[in-house]
T-cell receptor, first 112, second 111 residues
């Protein structure tokens, strides 16, 4: 299965700033997803990162707050914009291949 | 820890006992289900999956049972070990390769 590298693994950010999270996959994959995991909770899908077109956002998530790039089939970024303490979460990217779904180890974001 | 499972329901079992973790899913049209294990500081790791045309699937020390009538999924872990301590999530796939995750259960194994 694919190996996913996420950067940074963790960060502490000031409110009002933005953080860009990178997801690098060791093979070309068609479908990449971004999830949020709030403290003590399950995973919620933010959006599907589409290569060559705008991401598809789930209800409750908007492009202005969570802009996503997908320049090629092995890389994507998620930006958390104008952060507030409520954005403190683990953000995970995921890919799906024939062998199934694989998740990165996540980016643990704390907004102060 | 990393706050994973802090507010989730907890199942506490003795080492060597069997564990049963339950999950209710939401969409009767879902046709593929996965159980994930998440340890502190890590992303979810695949444990076992099952398609809707089956009601039982076995792996190494794990069994997944699917009851489509009541939209219920369970994960059975045989001879639970301390290394099984983690948060367990079920996930369902119902459209466009997207997964919808259940609420999760924290498993604590007492030595």
């Amino acid at each position: 299965s694919a190996v996913i590298s996420q950067k940074p693994s963790r960060d502490i950010c000031q409110r009002g700033t933005s953080l860009t999270i990178q997801c690098q996959v060791d093979s070309q994959v068609t479908m990449m997803f971004w999830y949020r995991q709030q403290p003590g909770q399950s995973l919620t899908l933010i959006a599907t990162a589409n290569q060559g077109s705008e991401a598809t956002y789930e209800s409750g998530f908007v492009i202005d707050k969570f802009p996503i790039s997908r320049p090629n089939l092995t890389f994507s970024t998620l930006t958390v914009s104008n952060m507030s303490p409520e954005d403190s979460s683990i953000y995970l990217c995921s890919v799906v291949e024939y062998s199934g779904y694989t998740f990165g180890s996540g980016t643990r974001l704390t907004v102060v | 820890g990393e706050n994973v499972g802090l507010h989730l329901p907890t199942l506490s079992v003795q080492e060597g006992d069997n564990s049963i973790i339950n999950c209710a899913y939401s969409n009767s049209a879902s046709d593929y289900f996965i159980w994930y294990k998440q340890e502190s500081g890590k992303g979810p790791q695949f444990i076992i999956d099952i398609r809707s045309n089956m009601d039982k699937r076995q792996g190494q020390r794990v069994t997944v049972l699917l009851n489509k009538t009541v939209k219920h999924l369970s994960l059975q872990i045989a001879a639970t070990q301390p290394g099984d301590s983690a948060v367990y999530f079920c996930a369902e796939n119902n459209a466009g390769n997207m997964l919808t995750f259940g609420g999760g259960t924290r498993l604590m194994v007492k030595p």
